[in-house]
């Protein structure tokens, strides 16, 4: 069965740093996109970041560039998002999903195939 597992999120104060993991279950990454995907209360999800499993490629939403960083760790089945400099704005339910190593840039929602649950991250001020 084909499952990706987020986990990380959590409370923090702005400023603050948190690091959210995608493992990946019944499949292997390689040869996907994966992304992260945000959606705040009220608000449509949006994509923040997305990475290219073949060469690391990476794309950033231009409101997290600077603050976050994706990676991949093949041996582990992991991506990895290190939020930094959190801000309470970039409070949302985080999403990883997968989609063909194709799509261009951060790839849009219909694009990606398979979806994790999500974990909330809340950001105080």
């Known amino acids: 069965e084909v499952q990706l597992q987020a986990s990380g999120g959590g409370l923090v104060q702005a400023g603050g740093s948190l690091r959210l993991s995608c493992v990946a279950s019944?499949?292997?990454?390689?040869?996907?996109?994966i992304g992260w995907f945000r959606q705040a209360p009220g608000k449509e999800r949006e994509a923040v970041s997305s990475?290219?499993?073949?060469?690391?490629?990476?794309h950033y939403l231009d409101s997290v560039k600077g603050r976050f960083t994706i990676s991949l760790d093949n041996a582990k089945n992991t991506v990895y998002l290190q939020m930094n400099s959190l801000k309470p704005e970039d409070t949302a339910v985080y999403y990883c999903?997968?989609?063909?190593?194709?799509?261009?840039?951060?790839?849009?929602?219909?694009?990606?195939?398979?979806w994790g649950q999500g974990t909330l991250v809340t950001v105080s001020s």
């Open positions: 019944g499949f292997t990454f390689e040869h996907y996109k």
């Open positions: 999903a997968v989609a063909p190593p194709a799509v261009i840039g951060l790839g849009y929602e219909q694009e990606y195939d398979y």
């Open positions: 990475i290219r499993s073949t060469d690391h490629d990476a």
